[in-house]
T-cell receptor, first 114, second 111 residues
Framework: GENVEQHPSTLSVQEGDSAVIKCTYS??????FPWYKQELGKGPQLIID?????GEKKDQRIAVTLNKTAKHFSLHITETQPEDSAVYFC?????????????FGQGTTLQVKP | DAGITQSPRHKVTETGTPVTLRCHQT?????MYWYRQDPGHGLRLIHY???????DKGEVSDGYSVSRSKTEDFLLTLESATSSQTSVYFC??????????FGPGTRLTVL
C-alpha cells in the first residue's frame, strides 16, 4: 500500500547548526507534501508545504526540497534554535485529489542543544 | 488551530464501554479527519468526511464509526472500547487542496 518513510527518527544538533530530515514516498500520484511541527501536548502545526510542480520552497530558516523522480523530499532548518525542538512529521497526498487525504511519516524528534 | 476544538481532552474508560469523541470547527471547512497517534506509527487516518453525511474509511477504521450531521461537527465513536484503542486522537479539517489543520487532541485510556 501507500507508504511514507521518514529518517532519522531522532536528531540532535547544536544551536546554530543545520538540521535535515528526509522522507520517501511510494505513490507516484502524490502531488502535495506538507511538513508539520508538533510540540509536546499539542496538535501538529503546518510549517511549510510544497507541490509537485515546484522543486524547492523557502520560508525564512526553513526550506523544503522535492525530487519527484526519486520520490523523496526533505526539510532543511538552518541556524537552529532551542525553540525548534519538537517532533516533525512529513506527509504525502494520497488517493484522489478530492479527498484531501494524507499519509504521514513516522516522525522525527529534533533536539536543539543550547 | 484556534478554530478547532476537541472534547473531551482526556478520558479514561473501561474495556467494552462505548466512547464518543467530538470535533467542532468554526472554519467552515468541507473536509474533516480523525487520526490516531501512537509511538512509532506517526498519524494514521481512521475515518474522514468530505461533506455533511459523506464519510469514508481510512487505514485503521476497524472498531470505529463516525457521523457528520452538520458541517461544524464530526463525531468519532468507539462502539466497544478495547485496550488497543488507547491512543491520542486528533481531529483535522481541510479545504480542497490537501492542506489540513489539526485540533489539540484527545488522550484516551482504555483500562
Amino acid at each position: 500500500g501507500e507508504n511514507v518513510e521518514q529518517h532519522p527518527s531522532t536528531l540532535s544538533v547544536q544551536e546554530g547548526d543545520s538540521a535535515v530530515i528526509k522522507c520517501t514516498y511510494s505513490d507516484s500520484a502524490s502531488n502535495y507534501f506538507p511538513w508539520y511541527k508538533q510540540e509536546l501536548g499539542k496538535g501538529p502545526q503546518l510549517i511549510i508545504d510544497i507541490r509537485s510542480n515546484v522543486g524547492e520552497k523557502k520560508d525564512q530558516r526553513i526550506a523544503v526540497t522535492l525530487n519527484k523522480t526519486a520520490k523523496h523530499f526533505s526539510l532543511h532548518i538552518t541556524e537552529t534554535q532551542p525553540e525548534d525542538s519538537a517532533v516533525y512529521f512529513c506527509a504525502a497526498s494520497s488517493g484522489a485529489s478530492n479527498t484531501g487525504k494524507l499519509i504521514f511519516g513516522q516522525g522525527t524528534t529534533l533536539q536543539v542543544k543550547p | 488551530d484556534a478554530g478547532i476544538t476537541q472534547s473531551p481532552r482526556h478520558k479514561v474508560t473501561e474495556t467494552g464501554t462505548p466512547v464518543t469523541l467530538r470535533c467542532h470547527q468554526t472554519e467552515n471547512h468541507r473536509y474533516m479527519y480523525w487520526y490516531r497517534q501512537d509511538p512509532g506509527h506517526g498519524l494514521r487516518l481512521i475515518h474522514y468526511s468530505y461533506g455533511v453525511k459523506d464519510t469514508d474509511k481510512g487505514e485503521v477504521s476497524d472498531g470505529y464509526s463516525v457521523s457528520r450531521s452538520k458541517t461544524e461537527d464530526f463525531l468519532l465513536t468507539l462502539e466497544s472500547a478495547t485496550s488497543s484503542q488507547t491512543s491520542v486522537y486528533f481531529c483535522a479539517t481541510g479545504l480542497a487542496g490537501n492542506e489540513q489543520f489539526f485540533g489539540p487532541g484527545t488522550r484516551l485510556t482504555v483500562l
